[in-house]
């Protein structure tokens, strides 16, 4: 799996930003980080048929695609600002 900083390199100044500034978008960081480790844990125990770590996988790739839209949305309410 991959951390914050790997999975949105070219954004990764605009996630720190907003992790400062946004609540609720800081809990989806935090939620994906504890999901990402869990799922990582799964992965070391399971033996490829953990029903569980599949449903983390989801649930992980969802976050990370509600966090890609924030930031979009972050960077398109920004323009003329160098991100």
Do not use: V, W
Request: hydrophobic residues 35%; glycine residues 4%.
């Amino acid at each position: 799996m991959i951390p914050l900083r790997s999975a949105f390199a070219g954004k990764y100044d605009l996630l720190q930003q907003l992790r400062n500034e946004n609540s609720t978008f800081a809990e989806i960081c935090r939620d994906y980080e504890s999901l990402l480790a869990e799922t990582e844990r799964r992965e070391n125990e399971a033996d490829g048929g953990d029903r569980h770590l599949s449903d983390l996988e989801d649930s992980l790739a969802g976050l990370k695609a509600e966090l890609e839209q924030m930031i979009d949305d972050a960077s398109d309410s920004t323009p003329n600002q160098e991100i």
